[in-house]
């Protein structure tokens, strides 16, 4: 008798109920290269565990530098004909694969907040946005548009574009499934094969993929799934010679080893989409309470574990007392551990939170204002309630990405101020910025150092608009027109009359 695949349990009841029979084993999930199911060729494993709850529910494969192998061989044998695949073709492929990723939500979402530790409210989010990943790069390959002109001579020159070929694409554990189809929509659309590595944190959701892969009857190799950790599979993937770019979400830390590991493959694309210390900056003008919400919500959403969240809250010195009162009472009352919050990811990343805030408690200089220190040992779960507090413009916790629900209050009183406070950070993903002053929106936002500054509003995106940081926030940009040049080349024809 086959035994049970996650696809086969759909409901959060029949999964919480299944890992909690006596007999219940861990899930081992295997590769998919070629179209195919394949066990990986090591006996290492990486241990998954379900963040509310501690328990061991899944073994991710160890991919070795071969199995990386296999895999882009399949790509890249798979690449001539994809590549010549009608846009119409692929558009078809794409639009099956939302299709069945839609059938399957409650699917995807219930095993995505197993996975993660996220609440299922904020999983069935993600799920959609997966879904709106290939929808929108499904009809954006069917208005492609290219520039003609003429030289005073009238030698006819135009652009074409041309897939570039296999691709690494490598996700992070946040946001598991819609960031890891972010990448491979894009990459298939423009006539691209590829190698995805999800994270080793969280790869349930990427193995349900897969089905859907096979499902929706897509080329053998066009789309192939390597699991593993950053060493040896990551690296392996990044360095592999017949990879052609790499498209990369994750720390900054690992951004900076890939750019180390490609530095001598000048003609490889390298997308890096990297950590954030993100500011909100919160204005007099405001409406106390939609800012109160808007801040708390880019503070607390999935327990802060967004690389857009906004994590630094400055507040101008003549609201400060009336906000910081109300931003904690709200915190409090609508950010609740266990049903609007959940875990975090895991056992490592709550003692790297817990070290933060263990530093906080130590400084005599530093406020809890809401929260508390962890204990040093978690019971039953990786939890981690909501953390409000002030500390000196000299800690680290005002400098350091924590990715937790974590955030800190600082006052400031002028523009220029606020400009510098939120700017005096190494990275540059993104920033929050609260006012109604139509001019101040020009005035600070045009000045700081964010790829992507949302004006009272936050995570609003739309699918065209390039996203990716400066600074140490990455490289490159994604998104449209923008995911175009990642993933095609592209050359100027000259052809005289």
Wanted: overall charge negative; hydrophobic content about 40%; charged content about 20%.
């Amino acid at each position: 008798m086959p035994s049970i695949q996650p696809w086969d349990i759909a409901s959060l009841e029949a999964v919480e109920s299944h890992l909690q029979t006596p007999s219940f084993q861990p899930f081992q999930l295997d590769n998919l290269i070629n179209g195919e199911f394949t066990p990986h060729s090591s006996t290492a494993w990486v241990d998954a565990f379900n963040p509310k709850t501690g328990q061991l529910f899944a073994r991710v494969p160890s991919s070795t530098a071969e199995d990386v192998d296999s895999a882009v061989r399949a790509a890249e044998d798979a690449f001539p004909s994809w590549s010549q695949t009608s846009p119409a073709m692929r558009s078809q492929y794409l639009s099956r694969i939302a299709d069945l990723i839609e059938e399957r939500r409650e699917l995807f979402a219930v095993w995505e907040s197993i996975d993660q530790g996220k609440t299922l409210a904020r999983a069935r989010v993600e799920i959609d946005r997966a879904v709106s990943n290939f929808r929108y790069f499904s009809t954006y390959i069917l208005h492609q548009q290219t520039s003609a002109r003429w030289t005073g001579d009238n030698v006819l020159t135009y652009e074409h574009r041309s897939p570039m070929g296999v691709f690494g694409l490598i996700s992070p554990w946040n946001m598991p499934l819609y960031l890891l189809t972010w990448k491979i929509a894009p990459c298939l659309a423009f006539g691209c094969t590829a190698v995805a590595k999800p994270s080793e944190v969280t790869s349930l959701s990427a193995y349900l993929l897969g089905k859907v892969f096979q499902d929706a009857q897509l080329p053998p190799g066009v789309i192939n799934l390597v699991f593993g950790a950053g060493n040896p599979t990551g690296s392996s993937l990044v360095k592999h010679p017949r990879v052609k770019g790499v498209s990369f979400t994750g720390g900054t830390a690992t951004g900076i080893q890939i750019r180390r590991d490609t530095v001598e493959e000048i003609g490889k694309h390298i997308s890096l989409e990297l950590g954030g210390k993100n500011p909100t900056l919160v204005f007099d003008d405001v409406d106390l309470d939609q800012a109160v919400a808007t801040a708390a919500k880019a503070a607390f959403e999935n327990q802060g574990e967004i690389c857009l969240c906004g994590s630094r809250i400055y507040i101008q010195q003549t609201i400060y007392a009336e906000f910081c009162q109300r931003f904690v009472a709200y915190v409090e009352q609508n950010y609740v551990l266990g049903q609007t919050v959940g875990a975090v990811v895991s056992l490592p990343h709550y003692q790297k939170i817990r070290s933060y805030l263990l530093l906080a408690a130590e400084d005599d200089d530093s406020t809890f204002l809401l929260g508390s220190v962890p204990p040093e040992t978690p019971q039953n779960g990786y939890w981690i309630e909501p953390s409000i507090l002030t500390v000196p413009d000299s800690s680290v916790i005002l400098k350091d990405e924590i990715f937790g629900p974590v955030v800190t209050l600082s006052s400031f009183e002028t523009e220029d101020e606020a400009i510098r406070v939120a700017n005096d950070s190494k990275y540059g993903l993104a920033s929050i910025l609260l006012t109604k002053d139509g001019g101040r929106m020009r005035r600070v936002g045009e000045k700081l150092d964010a790829g992507l500054v949302w004006v009272n509003c936050w995570l609003v995106r739309e699918l065209g608009t390039p996203f990716g940081g400066m600074k140490a926030s990455g490289t490159a940009r994604e998104g449209g027109d923008y995911s175009r040049d990642v993933f095609t080349n592209l050359r100027t024809l000259h052809i005289p009359h």
